[in-house]
């Protein structure tokens, strides 16, 4: 009889080989960055700098973890993208030295990810020295808001008159 065999998911798949590429990237830096090499080791250090945020999918790590946090809003490939711009864009300015891009990046994505649920599901204002880029990217997609309640007021409406006729036809002349 067979065993039947566990099934493989192919995103915990791509996450370990990433996981092994980068701590074979690591040693092998480490071992030329000993010898005289460390100028090669360098170059392969920015190489790698250079090609890991070009191969990482940042929409795709977006639409993760909005599924993750159960956020259930529909947005458009265009919203989606321009938050994971935005957030790759952070993640390459606020980088630290020795801090893995995919972590940075991961940082930021769930930034965005808590900033697209607090906006679709309360009414609050954000503020706009912080968030305004988010704000702008929300309104030009018309992400869903919750309605404000407002207490209810009364107010006295007037007597309007349209138009009059008179009680009798008007007779025109020819």
Known sequence: MHEPMAAVKPKRLVEALERLWQERLRLVSRKLGRGYFGE????????????????TNATRMLKEQLTAEGINVWLSVGCLEEFATIA?????????????????LRREILTRARFIQQW????RNFDHT??????????KYALPRPWRVVE???????????????????????
Do not use: H, I, M, W
């Not at 209810?152 to 349209?162: D, E, I, K």
């Open 130 to 139: 912080q968030c305004g880029e988010l704000v702008s990217v929300a309104r």
């Open 40 to 55: 090669v080791a360098s170059l392969l250090n920015s190489a790698s700098d250079y090609f890991v945020p070009k191969f």
């Open 120 to 123: 679709t599901t309360s009414d």
């Open 152 to 174: 209810a007021v009364a107010s006295a409406r007037g007597l309007n008159v349209a138009v009059r006729t008179p009680a009798q036809g008007v007779l025109k002349s020819l």
């Open 88 to 104: 790759s864009v952070a993640a390459a300015r606020t980088r630290q030295a020795n801090e893995p891009y995919k972590s940075c």
